[in-house]
């Protein structure tokens, strides 16, 4: 009797897993060291760029986030705030980094682009499985936050890697389900 229905809670605890249409929901990431990894293939991306001299530098100036941090100022926004300010500057950074692509030919510099803007869709899931809602900015959206303007690769690159290891960080070092996680 009790094999039986042993045999039998396996079996739909496996139909559970394999039902089709009902996705597993995201686990919330509340280990920095995902985050840890984007930062160092970030920096290693910035070295990497500062190499790039004339070949890197824009005809038309990128528009970027502000990276660095104002921590009162940002103590004193909402979550939801906080969420938006970090979603507009993924999206910014993605837009520069795709433009940057179209600009230059150098395939060693693609390879650089294309891991980060990678490592920019992975981390929006990141904060999706925080329970952070996407936030897409629209042109007046983009610009309610400060931003800045760089003209090249190293710079774009400097900004990317200060972007992710201020406001990123902060945004889901604090995020409220690793608070409720760990309290």
């Known amino acids: 009797m009790f094999r039986s229905f042993g045999l039998f809670t396996v079996l739909l605890m496996v139909l559970e897993w394999t039902s089709p249409g009902l996705p597993s929901p995201l686990w919330p990431i509340c280990d920095l060291s995902a985050l840890d990894h984007f930062i160092k ?6 070295a990497a760029m500062r190499s790039c001299k004339e070949e890197c530098l824009l005809s038309v100036p990128l528009t970027v986030p502000q990276p ?18 970090v ?8 837009q520069a980094l795709q433009s940057l692509k179209a600009s230059i030919s150098n395939a060693a510099l ?4 294309d891991n980060s803007l990678g490592n920019i869709i992975s981390i929006g899931q990141v904060l999706r499985s925080l329970s952070i809602p996407e936030y897409t900015p629209t042109g ?8 800045w303007r760089v003209s090249s690769a190293s710079t774009l690159f400097q900004v990317h890697f200060n972007f992710l290891r201020g406001k990123v960080r902060l945004l889901i070092s604090h995020a409220a ?3 409720q996680a760990f309290s």
């Open 41 to 46: 293939k970030a920096q290693e991306a910035e």
């Open 68 to 85: 660095s941090v104002d921590y009162n100022a940002w103590r004193k926004k909402d979550s939801q705030q906080q969420a938006q300010e």
């Open 87 to 94: 979603q507009s500057g993924l999206w910014l950074l993605s």
């Open 110 to 113: 693609h390879s650089h682009i």
């Open 140 to 147: 007046a959206g983009s610009a309610s936050q400060d931003t």
């Open 177 to 179: 389900v690793c608070q």
